[in-house]
């Protein structure tokens, strides 16, 4: 069966400082691979998708970045949080194919102060 | 416009009780729909998937899609207080599979009182 960690469960961190949250798969090869943000009391932001190593793709522009080192894991970093990356961050697969059935991580909750 | 809206709730029931939670799609390309439920300070988990016009049922969840009118609903028959929680409403992206990315909707929150 599939698992999916993520990692660290909570993080506070200062205005300015460096972020990176790391997402692993396992049970599974070649995923895609999402990150979504969700504020407090709002949707799903989709920020980045992976569809292979090294491939990234943005859907809005802002002060982070994400990068696919390996097959099954995928990191979220930012050189400079800002007071509006506070959120819930969510790290999810799919098959590669047509179903999209997305499956998520039990996310990483990221508090700027 | 928005792709996918869910009605905006919050949604409470007595325990018991059917609730109904409804969601409708701009895309009509697309082929596939996701409920999600997601608690509390918790990720969203899938409960149901539906791919084809009619009825889908799964223990007490029912999801009900009907293309031609753009709509997904989900009804979670015998409500009881764990179903507490917010239901989200996922389609694919307008334009195609892009890469199996989802548009949610909103969410709406249930309440099923004791």
């Known amino acids: 069966s599939q698992t999916i960690h993520q990692w660290p469960a909570t993080l506070v961190q200062p205005v300015g400082s460096p972020l990176s949250l790391e997402c692993t798969v396992e049970?599974?090869?070649?995923?895609?691979l999402y990150w979504y943000r969700q504020a407090a009391g709002r949707g799903l932001q989709l920020l980045f998708y992976s569809v292979g190593i090294g491939q990234i793709s943005s859907e809005v522009p802002q002060n982070l970045s994400a990068s696919r080192p390996q097959d099954r894991q995928f990191i979220l970093s930012s050189k400079k949080l800002l007071l509006s990356d506070s959120g819930f961050y969510l790290c999810a697969w799919s098959w590669t194919g047509t179903r999209e059935t997305q499956y998520f991580g039990p996310g990483t909750r990221l508090l700027v102060l | 416009q928005k792709e996918v809206e869910q009605n905006s709730g919050p949604l409470s029931v007595p325990e018991g009780a059917i609730a109904s939670l409804n969601c409708t799609y701009s895309d009509r390309g697309s082929q596939s729909f996701f409920w999600y439920r997601q608690y509390s300070g918790k990720s969203p988990e899938l409960i149901m998937s539906?791919?084809?016009?009619g009825d889908k049922e799964d223990g007490r969840f029912t999801a009900q899609l009907n293309k031609a009118s753009q709509y997904v609903s989900l009804l979670i028959r015998d409500s009881q207080p764990s179903d507490s929680a917010t239901y989200l409403c996922?389609?694919?992206?307008?334009?195609?599979?892009?890469?199996?990315?989802?548009?949610f909707g909103q969410g709406t929150i249930l309440t099923v009182h004791p």
């Open positions: 996922a389609a694919p992206n307008a334009g195609g599979t892009s890469y199996g990315k989802l548009t």
């Open positions: 049970g599974t090869s070649n995923p895609n």
């Open positions: 539906i791919y084809s016009n």
